[in-house]
């Protein structure tokens, strides 16, 4: 009889739990978008863009953009290992970790050893880590200078639709090594070039057969959009990993940051 009112009671109970959850799920969402949807920065000779979209409800990846005192344009997108509420989680650590790091004149290979200091000891206790690729880009020389924490490097296609080479990285993600040291690279941008930074979830996403996007299928892509507008090149791709994956559920989350250099550059 005992046993019997409890389980009337857990009854009551749980309704009750899953409309609190629920609600709190869509609150937890609603922030996080807002914190990933901030405000593009104003940029005469640049067209940017950049969106994520969680495999749940709330996700793991993050992307910033932030404008330096010297006039450089920050760029900073990661993946946080798993998935739903503890990505989520690790991906606002993160978010403190880069606005942080803003405080220091920094590099960008500089600014990952800053954050990798700052989120260690937090990452090893959760046993998780974060694939980190940070850029600044010179808005006066053109000049992209980009360092990997175990992140793809993005992906640049000039105005004739080729694609611009790029010195492979290989740096250790964020929470691997306490004292991980990172490398700067930097690449001269040209008139129309468009950079495309990305997270795996587009190039791993799956058709109802099991096979992937993939990085090669991606590249053709991008080469077909170069002339849109980076807007317009977000949805297309958007569209197409839709298309191809033809209602299969999303199983990781997929984030892209896109910019191009304007027709007024310098």
């Known amino acids: 009889m005992f046993k019997n009112k409890i389980s009337d009671k857990n009854k009551r109970v749980n309704p009750e739990m899953d409309i609190t959850l629920a609600r709190e799920m869509k609150q937890a969402r609603n922030i996080q978008m807002k914190l990933l949807n901030a405000t593009k920065p104003e940029i005469g ?25 010297n006039g450089k344009l920050r760029i900073i997108i990661g993946d946080v290992m798993g998935k739903g509420i503890p990505a989520a989680m690790l991906m606002i650590l993160t978010r403190g970790a880069f606005r942080s790091s803003l405080e220091f004149k920094a590099t960008p290979s500089e600014t990952l050893e800053v954050m990798n200091r700052s989120m260690y000891n937090d990452l090893k206790t959760l046993g998780s880590f974060v694939t980190l690729l940070c850029a600044d880009w010179d808005p006066d020389t053109n000049a992209l200078t980009y360092s990997s924490a175990g992140h793809n490097l ?113």
């Open 45 to 69: 000779n640049a067209d940017i863009s950049g969106v994520s979209i969680p495999a749940r409800l709330i996700g793991g990846d993050y992307f910033d953009f932030q404008t330096l005192p």
């Open 154 to 266: 993005p992906i640049i296609v000039n105005k004739k639709s080729k694609e611009r080479e790029l010195v492979k990285q290989s740096g250790v993600m964020i929470g691997g090594l306490a004292d991980s040291r990172y490398i700067d690279q930097t690449i001269t941008l040209s008139h129309q070039d468009m950079v495309f930074f990305y997270t795996d979830g587009i190039i791993e996403a799956q058709d109802q057969h099991g096979n992937l996007f993939r990085l090669p299928r991606l590249v053709e892509l991008l080469k077909t959009l170069h002339h849109f507008k980076t807007n317009e090149i977000e949805y297309s791709i958007k569209e197409e990993i839709d298309s191809f994956t033809n209602g299969i559920m999303q199983k990781d989350d997929i984030t892209m940051l896109i910019l191009k250099v304007n027709e007024n550059d310098k």
